[in-house]
T-cell receptor, first 113, second 116 residues
Framework: GDSVTQMEGPVTLSEEAFLTINCTYT??????LFWYVQYPGEGLQLLLK?????DKGSNKGFEATYRKETTSFHLEKGSVQVSDSAVYFC????????????FGSGTQLTVLP | GAVVSQHPSRVICKSGTSVKIECRSL??????MFWYRQFPKQSLMLMAT?????????EQGVEKDKFLINHASLTLSTLTVTSAHPEDSSFYIC????????????FGSGTRLTVV
């Protein structure tokens, strides 16, 4: 079945540092890939997405490129801010009628001033 | 953009009682809604898929008689935790899919359930 393997956290960085959170996936066919962010006590918000190979999703300075050859969708940001502290989830959606999301385990990011 | 309202955000109940959680799509119709459970510092576990006008589809290991789901309209799905026990304490999150938004998913803000 489908699965998402995500870099374990927690990750602690200083403000303005470079961020990478690794994400690889296993799926049949050609899934859509997503990054969601969860702030404390809240639900999930879509951060970015990519629907086909070589697509790059970007939002708020975050980027991730759909790499079919390495089945990866790593999240990057060139300069993190304290306000980026949150839990980040990589997810995929396969085809089929259900179109459910499969989530990775989540990575806690803490950015220190 | 699409908004999903989840209510209540926080609830404390006594063991043996039932609790209802509502999930509403405010500005779109959602034929399908999803209910997740999240344990502390863990990922989201899909509990069930709620389909408007039909029975919910439960994931393996989720007790359908324990977690009752009703999706009576295109904008409302409810999850009722029946005869709650302390082990049911968790963070519950709903999600709705807006068909017109290219299968985009919108999540509610979650419900923190504490059973004492």
């Amino acid at each position: 079945g489908d699965s998402v393997t995500q870099m374990e956290g927690p990750v602690t960085l200083s403000e303005e540092a470079f961020l990478t959170i690794n994400c690889t996936y296993t799926a049949t066919g050609y899934p859509s890939l997503f990054w969601y962010v969860q702030y404390p006590g809240e639900g999930l918000q879509l951060l970015l997405k990519a629907t086909k190979a070589d697509d790059k999703g970007s939002n708020k300075g975050f980027e991730a490129t759909y790499r079919k050859e390495t089945t990866s969708f790593h999240l990057e940001k060139g300069s993190v801010q304290v306000s980026d502290s949150a839990v980040y989830f990589c997810a995929l959606m396969s085809g089929g009628s259900a179109r459910q999301l499969t989530f990775g385990s989540g990575t806690q990011l803490t950015v220190l001033p | 953009g699409a908004v999903v309202s989840q209510h209540p955000s926080r609830v404390i109940c006594k063991s043996g009682t039932s609790v209802k959680i509502e999930c509403r799509s405010l500005d779109f119709q959602a034929t399908t809604m999803f209910w997740y459970r999240q344990f502390p510092k863990q990922s989201l576990m899909l509990m069930a898929t709620s389909n408007e006008g039909s029975k919910a589809t439960y994931e393996q290991g989720v007790e359908k008689d324990k977690f009752l789901i009703n999706h009576a309209s295109l904008t409302l799905s409810t999850l009722t935790v029946t005869s709650a026990h302390p082990e049911d304490s968790s963070f519950y999150i709903c999600s709705a899919r807006e068909e017109a938004a290219n299968y985009g998913y919108t999540f509610g803000s979650g419900t923190r359930l504490t059973v004492v």
